[in-house]
């Protein structure tokens, strides 16, 4: 509340002839503090482990929808070794039963443009230790297309890359096109 408060008096000087700069100059600080202040509950959350595990999930979008099953059986299968993270990208996804200790909410999309996640369902599997993406794409292979999902997968990607990790110490498989809805705002990589 404090923050629209205070845009709305910058606003408010700039019809009195203040710099329209100052505008811009405020309201990106407040965005960089927030931004800040998101990371930082981010990483004490769930980079505070090894592995992290995270998954770009919006129950309003249909593609992600389909996972919801296949995500919590990985939870389930290696939420003991792996720290699991559920981002939602601002869009108010719904209670998840049994998740929701997983989900964060990233509504300035700061944690996604870190991941360069750009649609749900994305997955980042990273080493938090060595700040390495292991693998980055699809949890499997059953989303063809916006709106196509197979029924039964081929190709369990996700599930592969934890299980090389844990056994293997490496990913075989490095990233793969993930296919779902687009996250909104700018996606530009920044680094882990």
Known sequence: MVCVMVVALLTDCVGEGSDEGLVHAETESLKQNDSSLIIDEFRSRFESEKYLCLIAYSSECPVAKNYIKTIKDLYEDYGN????????????????????SLLFRDPTHTVCKRYGLTVYPEVVLANCLTRE????????????ALGVVKHQAQNNYLKDAITQLLIDGEVRVENTQAVGCFIGGNQAKMKF
């Not at 699991?84 to 929701?100: Q, R």
């Open 81 to 100: 070794q792996v720290t699991f993270c559920l981002l939602d990208p601002g869009v108010g996804t719904k209670s998840i039963s049994g998740m929701d």
């Open 133 to 144: 993406i292991l693998y980055q794409g699809k949890i499997d292979d059953r989303a063809v």
